[in-house]
């Protein structure tokens, strides 16, 4: 990374913490309500601008080509189904807890098993086809041993003594 990049960096995030700093102050000055009600309202709203603006200096290193997404859903050049279906599996289940926390006000909801259940199936998934290609590629360079060669296994000739 040259100066010029990491200065813009810095600037971003100095700008990222005044405005949380900003958006808190304003909070805690304008609301009407006792101080716990403003110094929640404060914290919330002010974290929420920070996420917001970490999330646009993202989008903006994705919009001028600094972060490479043509391997998430991707693997050799080919689509990938089971990373495909854990993404959208895990952003649909984050999108909806959002929803129930914003719902809900500040207390976080209790996750169904089966919400869990079906977030580790798309995760095995996964696991299993990237352990079925790593071993499709051991397959092909002859590492599994599958390739002929002389073994020394329990199988004989049917001439051995017996006693």
């Given at each position: 990374m040259n100066e010029k990049n990491g200065t813009g960096y810095v600037v971003?995030?100095?700008?990222?913490?005044?405005?949380?700093?900003?958006?808190?102050?304003?909070?805690?000055?304008f609301v009407q309500g006792d101080a716990k009600?403003?110094?929640?309202?404060?914290?919330?709203?002010?974290?929420?601008?920070?996420?917001?603006?970490?999330?646009?200096?993202?989008?903006?290193?994705?919009?001028?080509?600094?972060?490479?997404?043509?391997?998430?859903?991707?693997?050799?050049?080919?689509?990938?189904?089971?990373?495909f279906q854990l993404l959208i599996f895990t952003f649909v289940i984050a999108l909806s807890l959002f929803l129930m926390v914003a719902e809900n006000g500040t207390k976080f909801p209790d996750i169904p098993a089966n919400v869990l259940t079906l977030l580790g199936i798309s995760a095995s998934t996964y696991a299993v086809s990237k352990g079925i290609q790593a071993g499709g590629k051991d397959d092909k360079n002859g590492k599994n041993g599958k390739n002929g060669g002389g073994g020394s296994g329990t199988g004989g000739s049917g001439n051995a003594p017996t006693t």
């Open positions: 971003a995030q100095v700008v990222m913490i005044v405005a949380f700093l900003v958006t808190a102050f304003v909070i805690a000055v009600t403003k110094l929640t309202m404060s914290i919330g709203y002010g974290l929420l601008v920070l996420t917001f603006l970490f999330g646009m200096v993202i989008l903006v290193d994705i919009i001028r080509g600094k972060i490479d997404l043509s391997g998430l859903l991707s693997e050799d050049g080919k689509a990938s189904m089971s990373r």
